[in-house]
């Protein structure tokens, strides 16, 4: 048995999250699902990212403490989480006591193995509101594209990185007076130290998907920077070096510490406050990263220099699973235009296990994603509810209306089964093979391509016109096809578990599910079929159009929790 820590991206709590958000969250639900269906030992941790700039900013701007805006959000998403079916072992947050407190000891450490120095930098400062301006508390023209309204860390035009002194015409966004060049004293993390290491650890890791590979060497041969520590702003982590007082640590570099401080903190809930060792500080543990594509150097090259650094011989990220962009009908997600779809209005629309089918069937592995809700439709109608749910409900219902509900008899030496058993067999393999390279969009496409099997070979049999001259000829195909759906309901399981749970509950007889049984004929003739329904209704794109624009006309657009 391994030891796993199983990492999403930390989702940004300045706004509620919407479907790109969540699509890492979820992906790493699916795959912890299936680490413990494969009897591994898991640990599922994420948390919300509170702290930073752009929060400040919010806050400053709704007239509210930064801490108040955070508070609501991270309800919400623990109520979202709960809604949507993902179960985290310690989903916490970055204003966390043990979070803090792990930051800033991580921090002196580093500093005293001599990966932190100090420098004095010149940066826009605000008169009028007695502040520096960094990150978000600074707009103006980009100098790349020149684009107004860039933001003192990126431009959204160009999508360039950007840095305060950068901007043309700079401005406050609390009075927009500009400002003038002051001086102030900050603390880097001296990563070009750690090059040669990081170079060496990127290229023999085999499992590093090949897009990120190439990202993050790139990233080395053009020589990595010193990355900034240290903010002038209050809202964060107290900076813990001598002369530091009044700055706090980057967001960026404190909550790629979040997956070991998590860990630690759900081991502190345990009872057993050194147990987050063994999954972080042993050579056979793994932990593995779903993030989006713009977080890949913070965990391939930011996250493996700072565990390095302390020298305590920290798990380094074994895999990073990074997926591309959401776009929702062509355009880019914007609360502000009312463009996209945020989770919240999400589960209004439809249940949880609609969403999670069509995020992970449509999750962008390779390319960007255009979201449409005539997309989402043809995914529930034609593969959900036509295969997947038509294929459950047949069976069952047949067996229950022509069987007296008790599993028949059927033979799995015959001959003519040979092909249908040989694809059942061969079933939780495929699904596996995707899953163990962190193609989970192809793994659940392996799931439905089995279900479409059982409804080829029902299509085949046709045990309704069979029954009336051979019951046992209809007897056997329909016991095949339990065997299939048992299956499936064990395969299933990481993607949509609460479909699963219902067609194992309809098996009666069925034993928690375990992914050593599946491909297997387990289920015994005589076993009764339970009370069924369908498991899924048909979905309108323009019905789901006319909904979100009522759920959003009926509240407030920053409604939160």
């Not at 390319?367 to 069952?396: S, Y």
Request: hydrophobic share 35%; with cysteine.
């Amino acid at each position: 048995m391994g030891r796993w820590v199983v990492c999403a991206g930390w989702p940004y709590v300045n706004d509620r999250p919407h479907l790109g958000t969540f699509t890492q969250l979820l992906s790493a639900d699916v795959y912890a699902r299936y680490l413990r269906l494969k009897g591994e030992d898991v640990v599922l941790v994420s948390g919300s990212d509170e702290h930073g700039a752009p929060i400040e900013v919010e806050a400053l701007r709704r007239g509210i403490p930064p801490k108040e805006l955070t508070n609501r959000n991270h309800r919400l998403i623990k109520r979202l989480l709960t809604a949507f079916d993902v179960r985290f072992d310690n989903y916490t947050r970055t204003e966390s006591p043990v979070h803090r407190k792990f930051v800033r000891g991580f921090y002196r450490e580093v500093e005293r193995k001599g990966f932190v120095y100090s420098r004095t930098l010149t940066l826009p400062y605000c008169i009028r509101d007695k502040r520096f301006l960094p990150d978000r508390f600074v707009e103006g023209e980009c100098p790349y594209c020149h684009a107004s309204g860039a933001r003192g860390d990126q431009c959204d035009n160009c999508g360039r990185v950007l840095d305060p002194t950068d901007l043309i015409k700079p401005y406050c966004v609390l009075c927009h007076d500009t400002p003038v060049p002051r001086e102030s004293k900050h603390w880097f993390f001296d990563l070009p130290k750690l090059s040669n290491h990081l170079k060496e650890y990127i290229q023999r890791n085999p499992n590093f998907p090949e897009n990120a590979r190439n990202f993050s060497l790139a990233w080395i041969k053009e020589g990595l920077k010193p990355r900034s520590l240290t903010r002038d702003i209050s809202w964060g982590i107290p900076a813990p070096f001598a002369g530091a007082e009044g700055k706090t640590i980057y967001v960026w570099m404190e909550a790629v510490l979040g997956y070991v401080s998590a860990t630690k903190e759900w081991a502190e809930k345990r009872r057993r406050p050194n147990l987050w060792r063994k999954y972080w500080q042993q050579e056979t543990s793994k932990n593995v990263h779903f993030i989006g594509k713009d977080n890949i150097p913070f965990h391939t090259i930011i996250l493996p220099g700072l565990l390095e650094s302390t020298g305590d011989h920290y798990s380094l990220p074994w895999q990073v699973s990074s997926t591309e962009y959401i776009q929702f009908e062509g355009q880019k997600f914007s609360k502000s235009r009312r463009i996209g779809i945020y989770l919240d209005e999400a589960i209004e629309l439809e249940g949880a296990e609609y969403w999670r089918y069509a995020l992970i069937s449509l999750r962008p592995e390779a390319k960007d994603l255009n979201f449409t809700w005539e997309e989402f439709e043809r995914k529930i109608n034609t593969e959900l509810n036509d295969v997947l749910g038509n294929f459950a409900h047949r069976t069952l219902s047949f067996v229950r209306t022509h069987f007296k509900a008790r599993v028949p008899q059927y033979d799995t030496n015959r001959t003519s089964e040979d092909g249908v058993l040989a694809t059942l067999e061969r079933a939780p393999e495929s699904v596996e093979k995707r899953l163990e390279a962190f193609r989970l969009k192809e793994g659940l496409e392996q799931v439905l391509e089995l279900a479409r099997e059982g409804n080829r070979y029902l299509n085949q049999k046709e045990p309704w016109r069979v029954y009336k001259t051979d019951q046992r000829a209809a007897g056997q195909s329909l016991g095949i096809s339990i065997q299939i759906l048992a299956t499936i309901a064990i395969v299933l399981q990481p993607f949509l578990p609460a479909s699963a749970n219902k067609i194992s509950r309809s098996i009666s007889g069925v034993a928690p599910a375990v992914w050593a049984k599946a491909g297997r004929c387990f289920v015994r003739p005589g076993t009764r079929i339970g009370n069924i329904s369908p498991l899924f209704h048909k979905v309108s794109a323009k019905e789901l159009r006319t909904r979100i624009e009522e759920i959003r006309n009926n509240r407030p657009l920053e409604a939160q929790a």
